[in-house]
Nanobody, 115 residues
Framework: QVQLVESGGGLVQAGGSLRLSCAAS????????MGWYRQAPGDERELVAT???????DYADSEKGRFTISRDNAKNTVYLQMNSLKPEDTAVYYC?????????WGQGTQVTVSS
């Protein structure tokens, strides 16, 4: 059915930037809402940002002004541009695709921000 593959994670210093990508299989991408979530060790998975099929975006308060979610429907890809990174942003970041019946998840990509 649907497969999501995240990439772009890595190790950066505080104040640096990363751009995460999530490539989706199938033709339903352009009609689906997408999201980025993250999970730090010992914590629950939390919402970072969402984007609807027509491009409307929403962000968690802690990320607003630093992170930007976008999508390229021609490439079946959603992005998360992360600027001014902080150590508390360290987590595994997961891509999400929402359908009427199920939420699909990628395997995650590690983001580590050092002080």
């Amino acid at each position: 059915q649907v497969q999501l593959v995240e990439s772009g994670g890595g190790l950066v210093q505080a104040g640096g930037s990363l751009r995460l990508s999530c490539a989706a299989s199938g033709s339903i991408f352009s009609r689906s809402a997408m999201g980025w979530y993250r999970q730090a060790p010992g914590d629950e998975r939390e919402l970072v940002a969402t984007i609807t099929s027509d491009g409307y975006t929403d962000y968690a308060d802690s990320e607003k002004g630093r992170f930007t979610i976008s999508r390229d429907n021609a490439k079946n890809t959603v992005y998360l541009q992360m600027n001014s990174l902080k150590p508390e942003d360290t987590a595994v970041y997961y891509c999400n695709l929402r359908t009427p019946l199920y939420n699909y998840w990628g395997q995650g990509t590690q983001v580590t921000v050092s002080s």
